[in-house]
């Protein structure tokens, strides 16, 4: 199963984009790319998720690299509000369903 | 919206107790799934469910096992519950696409 690193933490200014990388070299032509946040004490919320082409939605936008080994997930706007921790999952195929592999994530701090 | 709901936000047993934590969704999807989340180790997969009455193992099913008798139900028991069961539990579900959807959590301590 394919494995990502992602930053310990980062912080980013209210009203700025943050920019959140992550590395996932291993990754398979199957696998798909998913973001996900987690607010304290609460469960995951999904963010986005692409296989190869850019996405955008109301919340981000993913660019994955076309060598699809690495992504970055942006906030435009950042606010207060988006301090949470960032997991970057890969999804792969498992038993007529698909399997999340978790990583540590980037526990994000918006500063006023 | 999908909505996944769990038993208990708060639990607290003793050791060797029976506990049953239940997760309830209202999307009429196929598969369930549950997490142990701990501080350092993110979630890991200790079960989960593509259909009622089936079930598989994930990464760290010791000590658990789970129950799926109605498709919108999936149960993690732990038969005798041990300190180092102390967690968060996180229950999952997805249906025709593969977005988790999860729900709020259950922290467990066991004394």
């Known amino acids: 199963d394919a494995k990502t690193t992602q930053p310990p933490s980062m912080d980013c200014a209210e009203g700025r984009a943050a920019n959140l990388p992550c590395n996932h070299s291993t990754i398979s032509g199957n696998e798909y790319v998913y973001w996900y946040r987690q607010i304290h004490s609460q469960g995951p919320q999904y963010i986005i998720h692409?296989?190869?082409n850019n996405e955008t939605n109301e919340m981000a936008s993913l660019i994955i690299t076309e060598d699809r080994k690495s992504s970055t997930l942006i906030l435009p706007h950042a606010t207060l509000r988006d301090t949470a921790v960032y997991y970057c999952i890969v999804s792969s195929p498992h038993s007529g369903t698909y399997k999340y592999i978790f990583g540590t994530g980037t526990r994000l701090k918006v500063l006023a | 919206d999908v909505k996944v709901t769990q038993s208990s936000r708060y639990l607290v047993k003793r050791t060797g107790e029976k506990v049953f934590l239940e997760c309830v969704q209202d999307m009429d999807h196929e598969n369930m799934f549950w997490y142990r989340q701990d501080p350092g180790l993110g979630l890991r997969l200790i079960y989960f469910?593509?259909?009622?009455?089936?079930?598989e193992k994930g990464d760290i099913p010791e000590g658990y096992s789970v129950s799926r008798e109605k498709k919108e139900r999936f149960s993690l028991i732990l038969e005798s519950a041990s300190t180092n069961q102390t967690s968060m539990y996180l229950c999952a579900s997805t249906g025709n696409t593969d977005t988790q959807y999860f729900g709020p959590g259950t922290r467990l301590t066991v004394l």
């Open positions: 692409g296989l190869k």
């Open positions: 469910s593509y259909d009622v009455k089936m079930k």
